[in-house]
T-cell receptor
Framework: AQSVAQPEDQVNVAEGNPLTVKCTYSVSGNPYLFWYVQYPNRGLQFLLKYITGDNLVKGSYGFEAEFNKSQTSFHLKKPSALVSDSALYFCAVRDMGGNTPLVFGKGTRLSVIA | DTAVSQTPKYLVTQMGNDKSIKCEQNLGHDTMYWYKQDSKKFLKIMFSYNNKELIINETVPNRFSPKSPDKAHLNLHINSLELGDSAVYFC????????????FGPGTRLTVT
């Protein structure tokens, strides 16, 4: 069975500092990995994904994530946080083989303080 | 243009009633989904349709019945609403391959009193 762990419910960071939102996953085969962001009272917006190839993927709004197969992690990062980055962030995984659903982590609330 | 739209945005109803939520996507995607987000923001897949055919049906009570009249629409009908059905319901769509990201609608906040 697929699963995603986001170990932090909340991450606080000062504006201008680098941020990291952690994600680890478990799948039986190879993973497709995604990050989504949810602003208050809005739907989820796609940020970036890892499918294959380069382990460092770049996405929207200056975010990037690094796929680490040995640690089964896909942490979201940004070099310099903005107050407008404050939102709920979801990591999601799907097994590459078969018709399996996308499984989401429980979400991490990011708060960027001015 | 809204890519994935849902109506209504808010729905307040009493226990025992039957209600429907509509979803439409104009992205030309073959696959559509319904998700439930509970009060703790936990997001879980309910159903997935590909070209009007049901391909994923997670452990959802049979009071919930999705209907796909065409591949651009996936409606959710809920019978005999219960307090525990209160949540935000999101519709999403994507191309059929699992490597593609999903596009989410704005959500429907259902409150059962």
């Amino acid at each position: 069975a697929q699963s995603v762990a986001q170990p932090e419910d909340q991450v606080n960071v000062a504006e201008g500092n680098p941020l990291t939102v952690k994600c680890t996953y478990s799948v039986s085969g190879n993973p497709y990995l995604f990050w989504y962001v949810q602003y208050p009272n809005r739907g989820l917006q796609f940020l970036l994904k890892y499918i294959t190839g380069d382990n460092l993927v770049k996405g929207s709004y200056g975010f990037e994530a690094e796929f680490n197969k040995s640690q089964t992690s896909f942490h979201l990062k940004k070099p310099s946080a903005l107050v407008s980055d404050s939102a709920l962030y979801f990591c999601a995984v799907r097994d590459m083989g078969g018709n399996t659903p996308l499984v989401f982590g429980k979400g991490t609330r990011l708060s960027v303080i001015a | 243009d809204t890519a994935v739209s849902q109506t209504p945005k808010y729905l307040v109803t009493q226990m025992g009633n039957d209600k429907s939520i509509k979803c439409e996507q104009n992205l030309g995607h073959d696959t559509m989904y319904w998700y439930k987000q509970d009060s703790k923001k936990f997001l879980k897949i309910m159903f997935s349709y590909n070209n009007k055919e049901l391909i994923i049906n997670e452990t959802v009570p049979n009071r919930f019945s999705p209907k796909s009249p065409d591949k651009a629409h996936l409606n959710l009908h809920i019978n005999s609403l219960e307090l525990g059905d209160s949540a935000v319901y999101f519709c999403a769509s994507s191309p059929p391959r699992g490597s593609y990201e999903q596009y989410f609608g704005p959500g429907t906040r259902l409150t059962v009193t």
